[in-house]
């Protein structure tokens, strides 16, 4: 009914000299699209012709303000609590060249060093907000408790197994944990890293820093001292041998070391597992689960965001001790290399160098040869003449010395040379693993740092330094270096498991 006399009417007009009308025709088709706009789709019109927001502004750049940076996220004020905010006008403005826009996507956000080599503090700023945000988003779990012991080696293991441990312990949902235990490594032999007895946290790490710090930015994760100090402890059932990748159902042809890139459904299998095995847990029934060995590299800590994976290894520091033992190290560097020795400066000019031959050096690593070539090629690229070197094979340590100062006139020194009296006792006081902390902290220090591609130990302090670059912001550290650490050797099998190292590993 409506259809034919329509029709009918535009045929008539252009029958006629319509352009006569145009004008009439245009102002009905604006009127006709507001009415449509707003009856049909439930939007203003005038959201369309408001001037965009000053270029710069939060709502320009399409975030929300950022939180506190050393605290944990604040809560979202009630909105009974909101005053009541007028209605906004707005003026024209025109808006800003399509040229300064993209500059403000060119200039990245400022965040301080999490390292730097002109102080002697070894930890910088502490920044918690980025594991406040990832306990906030997880569903938790009464009377799930993760057990992080299961570790062995040296500080580059262990402190990845533990961060490694706690990091899945988060993802479950387990509402409690046990205060980490270190597994002592054999004095007698150094390829034995298993023994009979475990030591207590404060073997390698701060205690009172990482208890503070979990209450504070992660307090859903109770912390308790052994498997029976939580409630109803005496009616816990106990998962060992859990291995996060067991929970895939095959490899599907992929290398079984590669296969870490199912963390998205990570929580879903995970408690799917624990239905199929009766393991869920309860505050009457808890579970207690110990990972099984060697699970030190399964987490890409760029899943988390650069923030994250920037700031979650500071949980673990070194003890004070250890820190303070490594800061006279370096004074006593500074005398070596003809500086003054003044703690309120910036540490000395010195290549930070780390051998590694000893008896433990598996067979396919880079060989001596290799290893002190590529060293001294670094001390002459960058111009240093003196150099700190981190050995567990005296013996390897003095014959780099000789063959460094022949060939490139480069200094050599270690911690035992640079200690003398009761600080050279205070080190030899120290485990074997323990005195390779204060070489961890030395070597972190130096002006350049070059030591061998397959170890954690070297690798860890490569990604740590890396954190000069950007902050908390920075990207992840490509390998072989990057301009304050070269690492030297082997790297063709980059799919092998020395290789997922590098995606694995928390500054």
């Known amino acids: 009914m409506v259809q034919k006399p329509a029709s009918e009417m535009i045929n008539g007009v252009l029958r006629i000299k319509w352009w006569k009308y145009r004008y009439v025709v245009l102002a009905a088709l604006v009127v006709n699209v507001v009415l449509v706009n707003h009856f049909f789709f439930d939007s203003s019109f005038t959201e369309f012709i408001r001037p965009p ?14 939180p506190p940076p050393n605290g944990a996220i604040p809560p979202k004020p009630s909105l009974a609590s909101e005053p009541a905010v007028a209605e906004p006008t707005y003026s024209y403005t025109p808006p800003a060249p399509l040229q300064e826009v993209m500059a403000l996507d060119k200039v990245p956000p400022t965040a301080p060093r999490k390292l730097s080599l002109a102080d002697y503090d070894f930890n910088g700023p502490y920044i918690g907000w980025p594991l406040a945000r990832a306990c906030n988003e997880t569903k ?81 994760m109770k912390i308790y001292n052994d498997t029976d100090h939580f409630p109803h402890a005496d009616k816990k059932k106990e998962a060992k041998e859990f291995y996060p990748k067991d929970l895939n159902v095959d490899l599907d042809g992929c290398d079984g070391r590669g296969v870490n890139r199912h963390l998205d459904q990570f929580r879903t299998k995970f408690d799917a597992w624990a239905v199929k095995f009766e393991n869920q847990p309860s505050v009457e029934r808890p579970l207690t689960l110990r990972f099984k060995w060697a699970t ?27 820190q303070e033992l490594a800061a006279y190290t370096i004074m006593e560097m500074a005398k070596f290399a003809g500086e003054e020795a003044d703690i309120t400066k910036a540490p000395p000019k010195y290549l930070g160098v780390h051998l590694r031959t000893e008896s433990d050096a598996l067979g396919f690593w880079p060989n001596f040869k290799t290893q002190s070539e590529g060293y001294m090629k670094q001390a002459e690229t960058h111009k240093l003449k003196h150099a700190y070197i981190a050995s567990g094979n005296a013996t390897e340590g003095h014959r780099f010395g000789e063959i460094a100062m022949k060939n490139v006139g480069l200094n050599v020194t270690s911690k035992v040379d640079l200690l003398k009296g009761e600080k050279l006792k205070q080190l030899t006081d120290l485990s074997w693993d323990q005195q390779a902390l204060v070489d961890f902290l030395v070597l972190s220090k130096s002006t350049q740092f070059t030591g061998c591609s397959f170890s954690s130990f070297a690798m860890n302090i490569a990604i740590k330094r890396h954190l000069m670059t950007d902050g908390i912001f920075s990207r992840k550290w490509i390998s072989p ?26 500054p």
């Open 53 to 66: 927001p000053p270029p710069g502004s939060e709502a320009a750049l399409g975030q929300k303000p950022a």
């Open 481 to 506: 270096g990057d301009a304050f650490s070269t690492l030297v050797g082997r790297f063709e099998s980059w799919y092998g498991d020395w290789m997922f190292m590098y995606e694995c590993m928390w």
């Open 140 to 220: 938790w779990q009464p009377g799930l408790v993760f057990v992080c012991d299961n570790n062995s080696g040296g500080i580059g293991n262990i402190r990845n197994f533990i961060l490694t441990c706690i990091r899945y312990g988060i993802e479950a949902g387990a509402s409690g944990i046990i205060m980490p235990r270190i597994q002592r490594r054999s004095e007698e032999n150094l390829a034995n890293i298993f023994t009979t007895g475990f030591q207590p946290f404060g073997y390698f790490f701060d205690e009172k820093h990482f208890t503070d710090s979990m209450a504070e930015f992660c307090p859903q």
């Open 296 to 322: 030190f590299f399964e987490w890409p800590i760029m899943r988390d965001g650069p923030e994250f994976a920037a700031t979650f290894g500071d949980l673990l520091r070194i003890r004070k001790d250890v």
